[in-house]
């Protein structure tokens, strides 16, 4: 199973941006699937999770009414909406998916997600 990350770049203040992520070698269907960034120097968050029955679970006080997480299993993706981007979002943002129908208390650590994309730079300039 891999998933491939994409959709990261540049974008201004206030700006938005939609990062989607596609899972290869399994249906998408089957997981549990989250949201995290890495801010340089600081350590991986995680932002949102939602599970097999699409309960979504939010992290983090600053991204809620701002990012949204959504999954379309035809297509085996999940997407992660962002709007109203700011400085601080600056980072590399990566998802994951794990196998249980439920979000880890805190999303967790690493070792409780399955498998990870490889991460998608995202710059906000001020």
């Known amino acids: 199973v891999q998933l491939q990350a994409s959709g990261g770049g540049l974008v201004q203040n206030g700006g938005s941006l939609r990062l989607s992520c596609e899972v290869r070698?399994?249906?998408?269907?089957?997981?549990?699937i989250g949201w995290f960034r890495q801010a340089l120097g600081k350590e991986r968050e995680g932002l949102l999770c939602?599970?097999?029955?699409?309960?979504?679970?939010s992290n983090r006080d600053s991204v809620k009414g701002r990012f949204t997480i959504s999954r379309d299993n035809d297509k085996n993706t999940m997407y992660l909406q962002m709007n109203n981007l700011q400085p601080e979002d600056t980072a590399v943002y990566y998802c994951?998916?794990?196998?249980?129908?439920?979000?880890?208390?805190?999303?967790?650590?690493?070792?409780?997600?399955?498998?990870w994309g490889q991460g998608t730079l995202v710059t906000v300039s001020s």
């Open positions: 070698g399994q249906r998408l269907r089957y997981y549990t």
């Open positions: 994951a998916a794990r196998y249980y129908d439920y979000c880890p208390a805190s999303f967790g650590t690493s070792r409780q997600w399955n498998y």
């Open positions: 939602m599970t097999l029955s699409e309960n979504v679970t």
